[in-house]
C-alpha cells in the first residue's frame, strides 16, 4: 500500500512497532511521564510561550475543535468564521449548534483570503475569530499574518484548528497571537487516528478556567487538572498516545519543528515539480505544504482515485460533494518519500500513456 491521503497517513516502522506491543496499564509514574514529555514537545514545537498549557483527547480532530469552542466561547461571544470549505463548515456547525453567535465569510473554493476579505469586520462586535489554518479540503493555506494582524487590532481571541498544519506549515503560536492551536493523531503526527490535542495560551488557560462548557466529557478543566500530574480524566488511546510520544521524541532528536517543517515542505516541492508533463492544474491559489489539490483537466478525479487503487494500489485522496469530480488531492504528510512521489507520477504518466486522459 502506499497512501498520499490526508490521514491517517503512512505510520514510520517505530511507530508501527510500538502497535504491535501490548497497550500498558496507564494509572502509573512511567506513563505520566510520556504525558508530560508530549505536553512539553507538542507546546515547543506550536511555539506556544510562556504560561501555555496542551492536553491530549480522546477523539479525533473534530473533538479538538468542538472542546475549543465550547471551552472557551459561550452566548456572549461573537464569533467571525473563515468558511472554506469542509473544515470551515464544520466550525460554523459547532457554533450553531452550541449557541455561539457568528458571522461567516466564505472565499471562493481554493482560494485564501485578502485584506478586502476583513475589510467590512473592522471594528465590529466581534469576540472571536476561527480558521482552519490549512483548509485540507481544499488544500488552501490561508494568511495566518494578516489574520494575526487583523486579531491583534481588533482584540480577537484566535482558535486556529492545524489539525493538517501541524508540524507541514510553520506556525508560530505565541508570535501570531494564536490563543488555542489543534491537532490530531492521524495528520503530520503520522500515527493511527484517535487523539486529538489543544495547546492553549496563558490567556486561552484562563478563560478555560472561567467557562462552563456544559459538557463532561470535553471539559478542558477537568483535562488541565488531570494533566498537572500527566493523567488524564477517562482512559484515553493508551497506546496512540506512546507512539505519539516517539513521534515526537524523533522529530526532536532530528532537528525539531523547523527541520520537519522543512522536510515536509522539500517533499511538496519535490511532488510539485514532477507535473509539468502532466494534464492537470493546480485547484488552489495559495497552497499548504501538507497537501496539493489538483484538478485533471480531461478525466473525473474520482474516477482517477478508483484507478489509482485498484489497478496501482496508489491510494491518493479523493473529494466530496461539489468537487468530487473535480479535484483529487495528493497528501505530503507520513511517512513519505521523494522515490514514492515517483511512483506515483510514473502511475500517473502509465495512465496518460495507456490514453486513461
Ligand atoms: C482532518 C482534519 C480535521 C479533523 O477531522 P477528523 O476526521 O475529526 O479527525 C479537522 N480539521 C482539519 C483542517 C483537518 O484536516
Not at 467557562?211 to 497506546?239: H, S, W
Amino acid at each position: 500500500m502506499l497512501n498520499f491521503t490526508v490521514g491517517p497517513v503512512m505510520s514510520p516502522e517505530y511507530v508501527l512497532d510500538i502497535g504491535a506491543d501490548q497497550v500498558p496499564y496507564f494509572r502509573t509514574a512511567e506513563f505520566s511521564q510520556v504525558m508530560f514529555e508530549n505536553e512539553a514537545l507538542i507546546k515547543e514545537f506550536a511555539k506556544a510561550g510562556e504560561g501555555s498549557r496542551a492536553i491530549f483527547l480522546t477523539g479525533s480532530g473534530s473533538a479538538s475543535m468542538e472542546a475549543a469552542v465550547i471551552n472557551t466561547l459561550t452566548e456572549n461571544d461573537k464569533a467571525l468564521i473563515i468558511n472554506g470549505g469542509n473544515f470551515g463548515e464544520r466550525f460554523t456547525q459547532i457554533c450553531r449548534i452550541h449557541h455561539i453567535p457568528f458571522a461567516q465569510i466564505t472565499p471562493e473554493k481554493g482560494h485564501g483570503i485578502t485584506e478586502a476579505d476583513l475589510a467590512p469586520f473592522e471594528g465590529q462586535d466581534f469576540t472571536a475569530f476561527l480558521v482552519n489554518i490549512c483548509e485540507t479540503s481544499t488544500g488552501v493555506l490561508y494568511d495566518m499574518e494578516l489574520i494575526s494582524r487583523f486579531c491583534k487590532r481588533n482584540g480577537l481571541f484566535l482558535i486556529a484548528d492545524a489539525v493538517s498544519a501541524f508540524l507541514a506549515d510553520p506556525i508560530d503560536m505565541e508570535g501570531l497571537g494564536i490563543d488555542v492551536m489543534t491537532t490530531a493523531s492521524q495528520k503530520a503526527l503520522a500515527c493511527p487516528p484517535g487523539i486529538s490535542a489543544v495547546v492553549m495560551s496563558a490567556r486561552a488557560v484562563e478563560r478555560v478556567m472561567s467557562i462552563e462548557c456544559g459538557c463532561m466529557y470535553l471539559d478542558l478543566k477537568d483535562a488541565l487538572k488531570n494533566a498537572e500530574r500527566g493523567q488524564t480524566p477517562f482512559t484515553p488511546a493508551v497506546g496512540t498516545l506512546l507512539q505519539i510520544n516517539a513521534r515526537l521524541r524523533q522529530i526532536k532528536e532530528t532537528g525539531g519543528v523547523d527541520a520537519e517543517n522543512v522536510r515536509i515542505a522539500s517533499l511538496c516541492a519535490d511532488f510539485r515539480s514532477r507535473l509539468t508533463d502532466l494534464p492537470f492544474r493546480p485547484f488552489c491559489n495559495s497552497p499548504s505544504n501538507c497537501v496539493t489539490a489538483l484538478t485533471p483537466s480531461s478525466v473525473s478525479a474520482y474516477e482517477l482515485f478508483l484507478k489509482l487503487k485498484d489497478e496501482y494500489g496508489i491510494w491518493i485522496c479523493p473529494n466530496g460533494g461539489e468537487l468530487r469530480d473535480r479535484v483529487f488531492r495528493v497528501g505530503h504528510i507520513g511517512a513519505l518519500s521523494t522515490k514514492d512521489n515517483e511512483k506515483l507520477v510514473s502511475a500517473f504518466k502509465d495512465l496518460k500513456d495507456k490514453g486513461f486522459f
